[in-house]
């Protein structure tokens, strides 16, 4: 796919093209939520969450939009080519509007083109995790050991080419150690591999991963987020040993290209005003992800573009190339 300035820097002018005039009645019929990720997941968990309740703010149906498969191709695809109208929105992960322009040769959708950002919704931190009894009990303890015997140290994820494996790229090339990356299928799998000890270590996002711990079963390393995470305040960032490292999985609900910017607009601030309900957060927050209300559509964009260069930036130091 050929690179272009990232759409979202044009997130103004895309939104002047669409049709202010839009009634103040929107939204007049039901909304769909596009989700590239089947029922059940944590995206769904919190978009149905977060659809429940703009439902009854809206007076219409918030209907989830589940199309699963292809990492996010199928999902973003059909959410690209809903009618531009106000009633479809595509809630949208890292990988489908900026990691996977990176992964991807070509694509069935342009993540720089056929959306304009609408609201963003959470963070999904990620962290390094070993087995509750592991002598690995630091971060400075994970470092050494990688050290002592270089490509020993076993650290699980689910492949080169997915958020967590990228991240353990980046992660070790950043610390300069030299382990054993052991791609997994699914995230599921090497979890329980970390739990048994077929692994050493694994990088996953804290979701997942919140229950074993809290069980005794797993134990954080260090989380990937700029800030330490709440409910796992004693847990270190990597930012306080790699000072400016940060790589989080977030949700941002987008829409089609040229919807009404009323509706953008609107939605932006229903949204907003529930995510910083501190209820609804803590309701997010049980499902796992850090609800984040405060930005408004021309921040969405800006820090979307800032993901772009980042992952951009990422890709090329760790030598992922686009298949």
């Given at each position: 796919?050929?690179?272009?300035?990232?759409?979202?820097?044009?997130?103004?002018?895309a939104l002047a093209g669409g049709?202010?005039?839009?009634?103040?009645?929107?939204?007049?019929?039901?909304?769909?939520?596009?989700?590239?990720?089947?029922?059940?997941?944590?995206?769904?968990?919190?978009?149905?969450?977060?659809?429940?309740?703009?439902?009854?703010?809206?007076?219409?149906?918030?209907?989830?939009?589940?199309?699963?498969?292809?990492?996010?191709?199928?999902?973003?695809?059909?959410?690209?080519?809903?009618?531009?109208?106000?009633?479809?929105?595509?809630?949208?992960?890292?990988?489908?509007?900026?990691?996977?322009?990176?992964?991807?040769?070509?694509?069935?959708?342009?993540?720089?083109?056929?959306?304009?950002?609408?609201?963003?919704?959470?963070?999904?931190?990620?962290?390094?995790?070993?087995?509750?009894?592991?002598?690995?009990?630091?971060?400075?303890?994970?470092?050494?050991?990688?050290?002592?015997?270089?490509?020993?140290?076993?650290?699980?994820?689910?492949g080169p080419r997915t958020f967590?494996?990228?991240?353990?790229?980046?992660?070790?090339?950043?610390?300069?150690?030299?382990?054993?990356?052991?791609?997994?299928?699914?995230?599921?799998?090497?979890?329980?591999?970390?739990?048994?000890?077929?692994?050493?270590?694994?990088?996953?996002?804290?979701?997942?991963?919140?229950?074993?711990?809290?069980?005794?079963?797993?134990?954080?390393?260090?989380?990937?987020?700029?800030?330490?995470?709440?409910?796992?305040?004693?847990?270190?960032?990597?930012?306080?040993?790699?000072?400016?490292?940060?790589?989080?999985?977030?949700?941002?609900?987008?829409?089609?290209?040229?919807?009404?910017?009323?509706?953008?607009?609107?939605?932006?601030?229903?949204?907003?005003?529930?995510?910083?309900?501190?209820?609804?957060?803590?309701?997010?927050?049980?499902?796992?992800?850090?609800?984040?209300?405060?930005?408004?559509?021309?921040?969405?964009?800006?820090?979307?573009?800032?993901?772009?260069?980042?992952?951009?930036?990422?890709?090329?130091?760790?030598?992922?190339?686009?298949?």
């Amino acid at each position: 796919m050929q690179r272009r300035p990232f759409v979202f820097a044009l997130a103004g002018a895309a939104l002047a093209g669409g049709r202010p005039a839009l009634a103040q009645g929107w939204p007049d019929k039901p909304i769909r939520f596009v989700l590239s990720q089947p029922a059940g997941s944590g995206p769904d968990n919190v978009a149905r969450l977060l659809g429940d309740r703009l439902a009854k703010t809206w007076g219409q149906p918030v209907v989830i939009d589940n199309k699963p498969g292809g990492q996010n191709t199928i999902g973003a695809q059909a959410a690209a080519r809903a009618a531009a109208d106000g009633s479809t929105f595509y809630f949208a992960t890292t990988a489908a509007l900026v990691t996977n322009a990176y992964l991807f040769k070509q694509l069935p959708y342009d993540p720089q083109k056929d959306f304009v950002p609408v609201a963003f919704i959470a963070r999904s931190p990620f962290g390094l995790l070993v087995e509750a009894n592991s002598p690995l009990r630091s971060l400075q303890d994970f470092i050494a050991r990688a050290r002592s015997k270089p490509g020993e140290l076993t650290l699980g994820n689910e492949g080169p080419r997915t958020f967590s494996g990228m991240i353990s790229r980046v992660l070790a090339a950043r610390l300069k150690v030299d382990v054993n990356q052991v791609p997994y299928a699914s995230v599921g799998v090497a979890v329980q591999n970390a739990v048994g000890g077929q692994v050493e270590a694994v990088v996953t996002d804290l979701p997942s991963t919140a229950a074993l711990v809290k069980a005794g079963r797993l134990r954080v390393l260090a989380v990937t987020t700029a800030q330490r995470v709440a409910g796992f305040e004693s847990v270190p960032t990597f930012a306080e040993t790699l000072p400016g490292f940060e790589m989080v999985g977030w949700f941002a609900l987008v829409a089609p290209t040229g919807t009404p910017a009323a509706a953008i607009q609107r939605a932006n601030q229903d949204v907003n005003a529930l995510l910083n309900e501190r209820e609804f957060a803590e309701r997010i927050a049980a499902i796992g992800p850090v609800a984040d209300g405060s930005l408004g559509v021309d921040q969405v964009g800006a820090f979307l573009r800032t993901e772009h260069t980042r992952w951009a930036a990422a890709t090329r130091e760790i030598g992922v190339l686009p298949e």
